[in-house]
T-cell receptor, first 118, second 114 residues
Framework: DVKVTQSSRYLVKRTGEKVFLECVQD?????MFWYRQDPGLGLRLIYF???????EKGDIPEGYSVSREKKERFSLILESASTNQTSMYLC?????????????????FGEGSRLTVL | AQSVAQPEDQVNVAEGNPLTVKCTYS??????LFWYVQYPNRGLQFLLK??????LVKGSYGFEAEFNKSQTSFHLKKPSALVSDSALYFC????????????FGAGTRLFVKA
């Protein structure tokens, strides 16, 4: 089975702190994604990556950055956390072949990281 | 622009009864449609998908979904609900004209009462 592991299930940070959320997948997937989940809004895409050192902005990238130095690891960075970034953050990976233009692959999600910014 | 609507915030059903969770979508081009389930404090799990072919798709845990192109719908169904089906369900869509983004609905909470 595909396993997507998010390093922290629960975090509490203060406004202005730098926050790192780490995600590792073990199935050699090329594509990785960061979403945030908020009640009534569903999941919104922050950033995604289809290759090492490659990144693409999603729908709500403001206030976030990402890093993908190794294929299995995709990190989300909040440079200066704010209270409106309090949310559940979900990492996902997929066999979706962006370079092959294959749209059929489903996403595999981690357990989520619930971030509270005070 | 792609969009997904789940018109019901919550669906209540008695155990043993059939359940339906509704989803409609809007895309340009051919849609690829997905259902995911989320149990409390967990990530999302894939249930089923429609890519092409038969409009009735069968998935995990006895769930199925029917793709209706004319109504742009992809409703999730199960003939006999279980208490353990109680969870949050998300419909999602992807289309080649929308890049490779997967767009999610807001989610529908299903309560199955014993």
């Amino acid at each position: 089975d595909v396993k997507v592991t998010q390093s922290s299930r629960y975090l509490v940070k203060r406004t202005g702190e730098k926050v790192f959320l780490e995600c590792v997948q073990d199935m050699d997937h090329e594509n990785m994604f960061w979403y945030r989940q908020d009640p009534g809004l569903g999941l919104r895409l922050i950033y995604f990556s289809y290759d090492v050192k490659m990144k693409e902005k999603g729908d709500i990238p403001e206030g976030y950055s990402v890093s993908r130095e190794k294929k299995e690891r995709f990190s989300l960075i909040l440079e200066s956390a704010s209270t409106n970034q309090t949310s559940m953050y979900l990492c996902a990976s997929s066999l979706l072949g962006i370079r092959d233009r294959d749209l059929t692959g489903e996403l595999f999600f981690g357990e989520g990281s619930r971030l509270t910014v005070l | 622009a792609q969009s997904v609507a789940q018109p019901e915030d919550q669906v209540n059903v008695a155990e043993g009864n059939p359940l339906t969770v509704k989803c409609t979508y809007s895309v340009s081009g051919n849609p690829y449609l997905f259902w995911y389930v989320q149990y409390p404090n967990r990530g999302l799990q894939f249930l089923l998908k429609y890519i092409t072919g038969d409009n009735l798709v069968k998935g995990s845990y006895g769930f199925e979904a029917e793709f209706n192109k004319s109504q742009t719908s992809f409703h999730l169904k199960k003939p006999s609900a279980l208490v353990s089906d109680s969870a949050l369900y998300f419909c999602a869509v992807r289309a080649n004209t929308g890049g490779f983004k997967t767009i999610f609905g807001a989610g529908t909470r299903l309560f199955v009462k014993a």
